[in-house]
């Protein structure tokens, strides 16, 4: 059986990538090897589908820490504003939440998904499920796709859009890598990001603060140097295995990066009050004590931080909650308010790659031209989506990075066999 163009893969940048080709009159077929399409969709943005981000564009890129440069030209064609005119246009009204994120009016993934699938049915695209891909094979004037049946598909395009391998229950399991090697191109080493980080230290061992959620914190990933690489402020919570929570996944990449280099820990660094100064809390908490004298240090303290994480202070200050203001000295004031502005601890390591919401690494960048996503090692061969060595934060990030390269792919590989066929 013979097509203009052939997609692997029916996640975002897959579905998008088949109905960008289908709109130029390719006829496309779509192969997924799982019993859904939109599985990662479906279940992002907690099952509400946080389908892109409203921000200005270089914001958005900011907020693709790996490799998001490369999305400026993609961008010039096919940008966030244009998904969501795309989705609007199909009948998918979307609202606009905190920090540009936006979601279906119906807050629910599904209206997405099927927004998609039939988007793809009136265009005539041939549709496969439930149908694994065994092999490829490249060639001069068209590809071989071989099916696990040991059926033979030809192609004059073949679009890769399998994913990654975070999340592998959705079906992203690296399948794509191999064949993305055989044509010839670099895969950059895989790691997780968005990812929650694990630690060694006797507070998580012994685990006196599993459980605990801070609001609003600073977190800092430290260099060798005690330098910050990254700071974000969010909500965190510690774990029985280490910390998670919204800053920890955002910093995430930052520290497995640092432990990807051999260093067998990187140093975390917590501001729990980042709007109070230091020296201001350190005056206010002393004056407190000098007009109660009797009353207990840790009351004098209490309601500034939950009192699990004041606990944990004041046990390694050595100070007995219970002691009264007068006997607790200058020095000890200023070791505990020190700590909770600068709580310094590190992590050793990270949850797996299958528990990660978003994979670092892939295909690399270098390798594919920005505006076409197309192979420079391989005729009528693109790339779009997780596969790519380009990761963003939670938000919308990683499905714009998606949908906006599967638009790229769909349409240049449709007009690649246009040029072809005119020859």
Not at 7 to 18: F, Q
Not at 68 to 95: C, H, Q, R, T, W
Not at 353 to 368: D, N, R
Not at 370 to 381: A, I
Request: glycine share 10%; net charge positive; aromatic share 6%.
């Amino acid at each position: 059986m013979s097509y203009d163009v052939v997609v692997i893969g029916g996640g975002p940048s897959g579905l998008m990538a088949s109905i960008a080709a289908a709109e130029k009159g390719a006829k496309t077929l779509l192969l997924e090897k799982g019993r859904k399409l939109g599985t990662k969709l479906a279940i992002s943005g907690g099952g509400r589908c946080n389908v892109t981000n409203r921000l200005p564009e270089e914001e958005v890129i900011k907020h693709i820490p790996g490799n998001g440069k490369f999305l400026f030209s993609p961008f010039s064609v096919f940008n966030n504003y244009d998904i969501i005119a795309f989705f609007e246009e199909m009948g998918v009204d979307l609202k606009e939440e905190d920090h540009g994120r936006m979601f279906p009016v119906s807050n629910s993934a599904k209206t997405v998904v099927n927004a998609l699938i039939n988007k793809l049915d009136e265009l005539g695209a041939e549709v496969r499920m439930k149908t694994p891909v065994k092999a490829v094979h490249y060639d001069q004037n068209e590809h071989t796709v071989i099916l696990d049946s040991g059926e033979k598909l030809y192609t004059k395009s073949l679009i890769i859009a399998v994913g990654g391998k975070a999340v592998p229950h959705t079906g992203s399991t690296g399948d794509g890598y191999s064949w993305a090697k055989k044509a010839g191109h670099t895969v950059t080493a895989l790691y997780p990001t968005e990812v929650a980080l694990t630690s060694n230290e006797a507070f998580i061992q012994n685990r006196s603060l599993q459980g605990l959620s801070l609001r609003d914190v600073s977190l800092s990933v430290l260099n060798k140097k005690g330098k910050p690489i990254i700071t974000h402020r969010m909500d965190m919570i510690f774990t029985h295995f280490g910390i998670s929570g919204p800053a920890v996944l955002r910093c995430s990449q930052f520290a497995v990066k640092e432990l990807m280099k051999g260093h067998e820990k990187v140093s975390m660094l917590l501001d729990v009050l980042p709007d109070k100064q230091k020296d201001h809390l350190i005056q206010e908490i002393l004056k407190n004590m000098e007009n109660s004298p009797k009353k207990s240090f840790k009351n004098i303290l209490k309601g500034l931080v939950p009192e699990r994480l004041l606990d944990h202070m004041l046990t390694i200050h050595k100070i007995d909650g219970e002691q009264k203001s007068a006997t607790v000295s200058k020095e000890a004031v200023r070791n505990v308010i020190h700590d909770l502005k600068h709580f310094r601890f590190d992590v050793h390591g990270s949850l797996p790659l299958k528990k990660a919401f978003v994979t670092g690494g892939g295909v690399s960048i270098k390798e594919v031209v920005p505006k076409t996503l197309q192979s420079k090692f391989m005729h009528g061969l693109y790339f779009c989506g997780e596969i790519l060595d380009i990761h963003g934060y939670t938000g919308g990030y990683n499905i714009t990075s998606a949908l906006v390269t599967g638009r790229l792919a769909g349409l240049n590989a449709a007009a690649e066999n246009k040029a072809g066929s005119d020859v």
